[in-house]
């Protein structure tokens, strides 16, 4: 029976764990798609209004600002750090919200005996409580139950 208990365990383990890693890569993902945009534009605002202003009025300065500021558009280092920033920032915001079954789910695959089954246990209690809270909505406020207070 001990091997039967401790292949279930196991088994719980790798689901919670591949269960969070997914949700920490899908965030970081999303994050770092709306992190790259923000530097994009920001870094497109700078440049417009630098191009629009000019100290005196000539020619030769506006073409070489036209220039220099299709030269920094181009750039494609700004928005991969953006990128990479945003995909580490939503991440780790992923891991730390989902901090519990993290740990339930290191219990259950690093340990054994009494320890293992407790994460196995943990992580039943955090599924259920998410298949009440987020599914069903049970114990969730939402907007509507706001405004009707």
Same mark, same amino acid.
């Given at each position: 029976m001990g091997i039967v208990s401790n292949i279930i365990c196991k088994t719980a383990g790798i689901a919670g764990m591949g269960a &969070?890693? #997914?949700?920490? #890569? %899908? &965030?970081? !993902?999303? *994050?770092? #798609?709306? %992190? !790259? *945009?923000? #530097? %994009?534009?920001?870094?497109f605002e700078k440049i417009v209004s630098a191009q629009r202003t000019l100290t005196d009025e000539s020619h030769v300065a506006s073409a070489m600002q036209n220039k220099i500021a299709d030269l920094r558009m181009s750039n494609p280092l700004i928005p991969f750090w953006g990128r990479v920033k945003g995909f580490f920032e939503g991440s780790l915001e992923s891991l730390g919200n989902n901090i519990i079954p993290v740990a339930c789910a290191s219990l259950a695959l690093l340990t054994k005996g009494f320890l293992s089954k407790a994460g196995a246990a943990g992580l039943g209690g955090c599924a259920l409580y998410a298949i009440l809270n987020e599914g069903f909505g049970i114990g969730k406020n939402t907007p509507i139950d706001e405004a009707q207070k």
């Open positions: &969070v890693l #997914y949700d920490a #890569y %899908t &965030v970081g !993902s999303e *994050q770092s #798609y709306r %992190t !790259s *945009q923000k #530097y %994009t534009a920001d870094r």
